[in-house]
């Protein structure tokens, strides 16, 4: 439910001020309320009702935190606190996050903006946050034990700076970092322009979102804090496909898309259809000479990256990361590969002994969207979501860029399937076809080998050990 009290422009309600550390008496005289949010949908852009003008972003099933406007100060309240975030429809995880979600809201300033946030710690340990690539006064960067004290809980810090400069960012604690953005704890952060600037060009669309990604076992909820590698869930804004929403635009919209990767693995992002540059980076705008059409860009840990696009092809378009375990959900880890087995005889014999026993991948993983397995409570399928030719055979960091003709400006809402016109669909073809060419030849190699094997080897199929030491 969403509790978004109007207090912007006015002095809101109050709270009773707790502990700040090194703050002024103006900073401490009273707290903004906070403004919660539980629901998973994307919000539309918050526009500004005071302060500079701005063309606002749109957070990706996520939301922009309203302000209030304090003597010329911008101000902002952050509660640290565990949260429950559906990840996808009859899926929930129980993570941490700020002010009712994960990621937390969205911050949005503009350039030359002094910033007054004021950081509320509802979780059991000391928390600090970061103002990732932000040029501020040290004392303000939030590194605990280095910059700050951590902030205990149940006490309230501020925090406080100018805007230096416009562009893409985030926040995210230093305070037992792995523990608490393994729980999830991490939000996006624009500066927009004051205005006019060489390397920002104004667009009609700006959609904002994070990569993160979590390890929860099947019929669980609570990621387990301490995976390295071996994670089960790819999410985008802590949302998993089919749980998603769409990037709706209208057809021939300048587009910017931002987006910030907070995993521990880096993500070649992949758009459909279209071509794109990369505008800007953490460290500011590209340089129009260093910029080139692609099609995908690789985001490292870390790292933030823009890219903008005119949307001008018509359709629904995938937009995904293209690591391909990236773009599938839980339960795939530990399923050995059988392809090219046939378990049809073993299988009629089990199912006498185990009503539910099932033969899975002996065609490969496509064949589970087919299938009405049962599945634990609280998680979703490997691969899902139905769309208007069947099953999707896909999961985690994956969506769609519906670009549409009659779209109006500023309607984000999902206009439904794309129509295409007739003979523009692949079909399946009856006629006679010609004869395939194939190669046959294995290749010669850079020099001849020392030694051949006498007889030749078969490769013969075996059920592979447990664990992962074959990926």
Not at 38 to 63: E, F, H, K, Q, S
Not at 67 to 81: D, I, S, T, Y
Not at 207 to 215: K, Q, S
Request: aromatic fraction near 8%; proline fraction near 9%.
């Amino acid at each position: 439910m969403l509790s978004r009290r109007n207090f912007v422009g006015g002095a809101g309600a109050l709270t009773a001020a707790v502990s700040a550390a090194s703050v002024s008496q103006v900073a401490m005289a009273a707290l903004p309320e906070p403004v919660i949010q539980t629901r998973p949908d994307t919000m539309p852009p918050l526009v500004p009702p005071t302060g500079r003008p701005y063309n606002a972003v749109v957070t990706l099933n996520g939301w922009t935190l309203p302000w209030r406007m304090n003597q010329g100060v911008k101000e902002f309240h952050l509660v640290a606190e565990p949260v429950v975030r559906e990840m996808a429809p009859g899926f929930k995880a129980h993570l941490w996050g700020y002010n009712g979600q994960s990621p937390g809201p969205t911050i949005e300033v503009v350039e030359g903006d002094r910033v007054r946030i004021f950081v509320t710690n509802k979780l059991g340990e000391v928390h600090s946050v970061h103002w990732h690539g932000q040029r501020l006064p040290n004392g303000m960067d939030g590194v605990t034990g280095l910059t700050q004290p951590g902030i205990p809980p149940g006490k309230t810090f501020v925090y406080e700076f100018v805007a230096r400069r416009p562009g893409t960012f985030m926040y995210h604690p230093h305070a037992d970092e792995m523990v608490q953005m393994a729980m999830g704890m991490m939000g996006f952060w624009i500066t927009h322009p004051k205005s006019r600037h060489a390397l920002i060009d104004e667009v009609d669309r700006d959609f904002v979102f994070l990569l993160n990604a979590y390890d929860i076992d099947p019929g669980s909820y609570t990621p387990k804090i301490m995976t390295m590698l071996d994670f089960n869930l790819w999410s985008w804004n802590s949302r998993i496909f089919p749980g998603i929403d769409p990037l709706v635009v209208r057809k021939n919209d300048k587009v910017r898309i931002r987006m910030g990767n907070l995993t521990m693995t880096n993500h070649p992002i992949h758009l459909h259809g279209h071509e794109f540059q990369v505008t800007g980076t953490d460290g500011g705008p590209t340089p129009k000479s260093a910029r080139y059409p692609e099609v995908t860009t690789d985001i490292a840990v870390g790292q933030m990256r823009q890219i903008e696009f005119v949307a001008d092809e018509e359709g629904d378009w995938a937009f995904h990361c293209h690591k391909s375990h990236h773009t599938m959900n839980a339960m795939g880890h530990d399923v050995p590969t059988m392809i090219g087995v046939d378990h049809r005889g073993v299988a009629r014999q089990i199912t006498q002994l185990i009503p539910d026993y099932m033969v899975m991948g002996e065609r490969g993983m496509k064949d589970m969207t087919e299938m009405e397995m049962p599945l634990p409570d609280n998680t979703v399928p490997m691969m899902g979501g139905e769309g208007p030719f069947g099953s999707v055979g896909m999961g985690g960091m994956f969506s769609v860029l519906k670009v549409r003709s009659g779209q109006k400006p500023g309607d984000y809402s999902d206009p439904g399937w794309f129509q295409h016109p007739p003979g523009t669909v692949a079909y399946e073809w009856t006629g006679a076809l010609p004869d395939a060419a194939r190669s046959h030849a294995a290749g010669t190699g850079s020099m001849p080998p020392r030694a051949r094997p006498t007889t030749p080897t078969e490769v013969r199929v075996r059920k592979p050990a447990g664990g992962h030491a074959g990926h």
